[in-house]
């Protein structure tokens, strides 16, 4: 059984920075591709940053310059770096993982980012 598990949320100031981190645990393996959404109150689920093994990238506009994502192969977690937050960015942040071994992705539970003005 898969399980991952996202921390690090939490309620920062406006221009603050925090470190999500997306743990695995089970019958996993290699990650083959990591991606970081969220969804705001009212709002559809968008993908915010996303990773292969490979080191290809893709991030949202509004996010671009500001938050990266990459993947530590050492243990297989997943990260997002979110600098210079902006209250626009609160929202709960899911991670999204493909395992090399495993047909289908995984999501987490969610983790909430609240940005104060």
């Known amino acids: 059984q898969v399980q991952l598990v996202e921390s690090g949320g939490g309620l920062v100031q406006a221009g603050g920075s925090l470190r999500l981190a997306c743990a695995s645990s089970g019958n996993v393996g290699r990650i083959r591709r990591l991606g970081w959404y969220r969804q705001a109150p009212g709002k559809q689920r968008e993908l915010v940053a996303s990773?292969?093994?490979?080191?290809?990238?893709n991030y949202a506009d509004s996010v671009k310059g500001r938050f990266t994502i990459s993947i530590d192969n050492a243990d297989d977690t997943g990260i997002l770096q979110m600098n210079s937050l902006k209250p626009e960015d609160t929202a709960v942040y899911y991670c999204n993982v493909d395992f090399h071994i495993h047909k289908r992705d995984y999501w987490g539970q969610g983790t909430q980012v609240t940005v104060s003005s």
């Open positions: 990773v292969t093994e490979g080191g290809d990238t």
